[in-house]
Nanobody
């Protein structure tokens, strides 16, 4: 059973930066496409950044040019560098596989809270 542990969130002023980390257990980290998801109250969890096993990346429009997703297979760790943060970036951030069907997702971790003050 894969376990996901996110960390690195916090309270930051608008314009600041944070670096999120996600460590996964299990043996298949390097063969998976991974993503960072954000959940805000009353909204569905959305994919904000993704990275393939070949290191191709994608971003939702609202974070393009500000967020950078990366991975370190040897450490089974996924990162999200968040720069020029805005209040609308506030939410709980989770990592998981980037897959087309929700049934293929691993069990969610606890997430890490990011709060951006104006």
């Amino acid at each position: 059973q894969v376990q996901l542990v996110e960390s690195g969130g916090g309270l930051v002023q608008a314009g600041g930066s944070l670096r999120l980390s996600c460590t996964a257990t299990g043996d298949f980290f390097n063969v998976n496409d991974w993503g960072w998801y954000r959940q805000t109250p009353g909204a569905e969890r959305e994919l904000v950044a993704g990275i393939t096993k070949d290191d191709s990346t994608k971003y939702t429009d609202s974070v393009k040019g500000r967020f950078t997703i990366s991975r370190e297979n040897a450490k089974k760790t996924l990162y999200l560098q968040m720069n020029s943060l805005k209040p609308e970036d506030t939410g709980v951030y989770f990592c998981n596989r980037d897959v087309p069907y929700s049934g293929w997702l691993y069990p969610w971790g606890q997430g890490t809270q990011v709060t951006v003050s104006s």
